[in-house]
């Protein structure tokens, strides 16, 4: 048979073995014949994905097919294609920790390690049709061997894409051994398998597919570890899933050829009922039509071999069979059985030999315990037990009439007969559990005392239909057995494992997948030690999650901090001037009207409040980084918040140091009134363009100080103070002429003011025989500054300057009203009026 020869010159057998096994089996069954079969695998170069087409193609083509035949095939067609729409995978490819709110990280959150007594190993969260992928990577992080061997590769620091697969393993092997997640985001490894693998993800999670993917991956591992020239890290990855087989092909019972082979993983058949006889059914192929020479073909059997047996064994069920009545693909759910543990020996060997009888005697009396104890009932059960003892318990003491014979029971004696049944039943089952203990005891000194002994620790589940259904999986690890359901991870008893396994909670949901490990290795420490690198990455990575964690704990003052911001209130100063200027003493009065100013209050209760939480933060040194996630997260910042912020924070520093330079007297009086004028004119010209509201303030202040220097200079004459008050009189004038800062009407009513000053002063002179008017010496006017450079580095503390200015504007409040009154109703004052308002000032000491 030249095409099957040809077929068996393939790159990797173990992978080509595996299909080419499967498809005959299943085209076989669709009304193939194996000759069609075969060389259509021969002409697609053994690519599965193209094989359908060229099969039917081919039969085409030689007119050999019938009309049923070739209506079953395009059916056949027409449902993998749907099935390929169906099952399309979406891949998640970013661990989107960052959207989790503080109750979904307390779930994620895992305190214990691996080997610790509270240790609950780690999930892997779907991805959209990837639990094909996570069971695979469970059961692989379950084998300790593999996983030491993984951690301990050395990889270049340049690595090309199947180097990254294995990285991305490492990291993800550590973190479900060391990380402080219960469930991880398997994202980069699957992305890094596609980008190295691009055809590894096209299996759409049928439920054939898994061994498929395992047997891509395996190569995709191996390829990877073939790139490091390492001889013996490959020869410890053959020796964990590789074994040896040979196939021998017999006619008329002579071998006429010996193939070597290697294998990963042993396909068998639902329909055989049990592991030993499925096994037995699978070694055995008959070929019709083998060539034995040119053109020349006879009947032949393929009979293979197991040589060696890897440390991992593992057995696949083909459930999938083609129905022709119904012209689509079933599932086969019937029953397999299984032992818990199984002797290699039988395996290998041609006569497939029993185990030791004693091993057989106890996996016997273990299956009749495994059925006793599905006899018992479950914890249901027991709850129907208690249900109907208080049905009849709370029944008016009447005869309980089971049929009518005349013997009668009461409720009372009813409920006591069932309490007897019920716990007659607990003790049965206390005793069959304990019998299931001695039972495991036993296998254990078996197998301690023959290393030939493989145990069960995975079983792979299948639940749902030919087209369509989920992967979950059961893994013992060496302590415990465990269901592994994608991200959830709970413990359970393996007689639950086994009821699942044969359907006795679903007929569609029964064992896929058996894989025993040898014995030796299950026992050993199931912590790996990790190595500098990935302590590392692993100390980075919990760091991160507990660094959400106070992140999530940050966005939780958000509530405390609206609330006391809305209830934010500034006790203002008296004066007008004083409260145009508290703006520059308190930032968010300096935002009153700009949105900025809300954020800011809450910007600095932020920082109060983040000074209470802070002890109680996992990385509290990180405060500064969580103070910019809250700006960014909680949605009481605007996205520009710290470009506006800036720019007005720049401004009101300015200001702030501007202002804090002011001098300010308490009182103006005739010594000091010069100075406070020249001052006065600087600060008006250093704010003029600067704050609208204060230079108002500021100016009306200013010339209120100007009508104060009238009354000054009445006070002195009045005290015979002559000369200073002409000199005090000829600087109010020169003030008049040059200040940019006087309204007109004020100005009006200073000339008003001073024209009665100089006539009083013009007659004491001429009485006194003093300098005449026009010898006044001209007193110096100091000329305003420009605005001068300001240090901004530091925020200055205006309380002492708004204090100063505050009682200077209440020792000018009757100017100040002179101001306000003249501006609104533009209309100068009378000097009588003028004159009697300021009589009470004449006797005030302070003013000289």
């Not at 299984?338 to 005697?361: L, Y």
Request: proline content about 3%; hydrophobic content about 35%; overall charge neutral.
């Amino acid at each position: 048979m030249q095409n099957y020869t040809q077929a068996n010159q393939l790159k990797s057998f173990r992978f080509t073995q595996h299909q080419l096994n499967q498809i005959l089996k299943q085209y076989q069954t669709y009304g193939f014949t194996q000759s069609q079969i075969l060389q259509a695998w021969q002409k697609c170069n053994q690519d599965q994905y193209l094989f359908h087409d060229v099969l039917i193609q081919q039969v085409n083509a030689k007119g050999t097919v019938s009309k049923d035949l070739l209506q079953s095939q395009l059916n056949l067609k027409t449902q993998t294609d749907q099935k390929q729409m169906r099952n399309s995978i979406f891949i998640q490819t970013v661990d989107d920790l960052q959207n989790c709110d503080l109750p979904t990280l307390q779930e994620l959150y895992r305190t214990n390690q691996i080997n610790s007594p509270n240790w609950k190993p780690t999930g892997l969260i779907n991805l959209g049709n990837t639990c094909y992928i996570n069971i695979m990577l469970q059961y692989m992080f379950n084998v300790t061997t593999f996983r030491q061997l993984i951690f301990n590769v050395q990889l270049p620091s340049s690595k090309n894409n199947g180097q990254k697969v294995i990285q991305k393993l490492k990291e993800l092997f550590a973190l479900m051994q060391s990380g402080n997640r219960n469930y991880i985001n398997p994202c980069e490894l699957i992305t890094s398998l596609q980008e190295y693998k691009p055809n590894i993800l096209t299996i759409k999670g049928e439920q054939n597919d898994y061994n498929e993917l395992q047997l891509m991956f395996l190569d995709a591992i191996e390829s990877s570890l073939l790139d490091l020239n390492n001889e013996s890290v490959i020869q410890e990855f053959k020796s964990i899933f590789y074994g040896q087989s040979e196939e021998n092909i017999i006619v008329s019972n002579k071998v006429v050829k010996t193939n070597p082979t290697q294998y990963s993983s042993i396909t068998i058949e639902a329909n055989e009922e049990n592991l030993l006889k499925a096994f037995t059914s699978s070694r055995i192929l008959y070929i019709d039509d083998y060539e034995i020479s040119e053109k020349v073909f006879t009947k032949a059997l393929i009979h293979q071999n197991i040589k060696t047996v890897p440390k991992i064994l593992q057995f696949y069920l083909n459930r999938v069979l083609y129905d022709t009545n119904q012209n689509q693909l079933i599932k086969n759910n019937k029953v397999f059985t299984f032992p818990s543990t199984i002797d290699i020996s039988q395996f290998i060997q041609d006569d497939s030999i029993n185990q030791s009888k004693e091993m057989q005697e106890l996996l016997k009396k273990e299956q009749e315990i495994l059925q006793k104890l599905e006899q018992c009932g479950d914890i249901q059960s027991d709850t129907q037990f208690e249900g109907l003892i208080k049905l009849f318990t709370k029944q008016p003491n009447e005869p309980f009439i089971i049929d009518p014979q005349p013997n009668l029971q009461s409720h009372i004696e009813m409920a006591k007969q069932l309490s007897l049944y019920q716990e007659a039943f607990k003790i049965k089952k206390q005793q069959l559990q304990m019998d299931f203990i001695k039972i495991e005891e036993q296998k254990r000194r078996v197998i301690e005392a023959k290393k030939t002994i493989y145990q069960l620790t995975a079983l792979l589940i299948h639940s749902g239909t030919a087209l369509s259904g989920h992967y979950y999986c059961f893994i013992y690890d060496g302590k415990f057995w465990w269901k592994f359901n994608d991200r959830v991870v709970t413990q359970v008893e393996f007689p639950v494992v086994f009821a699942e396994a044969q359907g006795k909670t679903n007929k569609n949901t029964n064992v896929s997948g058996l894989i025993y490990e040898q014995c030796e290795q299950i026992n050993q420490k199931r912590l790996v030690p990790l190595g500098n690198e990935l302590e590392q990455f692993i100390e980075q990575k919990n760091q991160e999650l507990l660094m959400l964690f106070d992140q999530q704990k940050v966005l939780q003052i958000k509530s405390r901090i609206l609330q006391r911001a809305a209830e934010h209130k500034i006790i203002y100063p008296k004066s007008q001037i004083a409260i145009a200027l508290t703006k520059y003493q308190y930032f968010e009065e300096f935002l009153q009207g700009n949105p900025n100013r809300h954020y800011f209050v809450r910007y600095t209760i932020l920082d109060e409040e983040l000074k209470i939480l802070n002890p109680i933060l996992k990385y509290p040194q990180q405060i500064n980084e969580y103070k910019k996630y809250f700006i960014s997260n909680s949605g009481i910042f605007p996205k520009n918040f710290d470009q506006m912020f800036q720019q007005d924070y720049s401004k009101y520093t300015f200001i702030n140091n501007l202002i804090s330079n002011f001098s300010v007297p308490t009182i103006v009086t005739s010594a000091n009134f010069q100075q406070v004028i020249t001052q006065f004119q600087k600060y008006c010209l250093q704010l003029k363009n600067l704050d609208n509201s204060a230079f108002e303030y500021l100016t009306i202040l200013f010339q209120a100080i100007l009508l104060q220097g009238c009354f000054l200079c009445e006070l002195l004459i009045q005290k015979s103070k002559l000369q200073e008050g002409k000199q005090l009189t000829q600087f109010i004038f020169e003030t008049i002429k040059t200040s940019q800062f006087i309204q007109a009407i004020i100005t009006q009513q200073l000339r008003e003011n001073m024209k009665s000053i100089i006539e009083e002063l013009e007659e004491l002179s001429k009485k006194q025989s003093l300098i005449s008017k026009s010898n006044i010496t001209s007193p110096s006017i100091l000329v305003p500054d420009t605005i001068f450079q300001i240090n901004q580095n530091k925020i200055k503390d205006l309380s002492d300057v708004i204090q100063k200015f505050d009682e200077l504007e209440q020792n000018t409040q009757l100017w100040i009203g002179f101001v306000n009154k003249i501006l609104k109703s533009s209309e100068i004052i009378p000097q009588k009026v003028r004159l009697e308002q300021e009589m009470p000032l004449y006797f005030d000491k302070k003013l000289y």
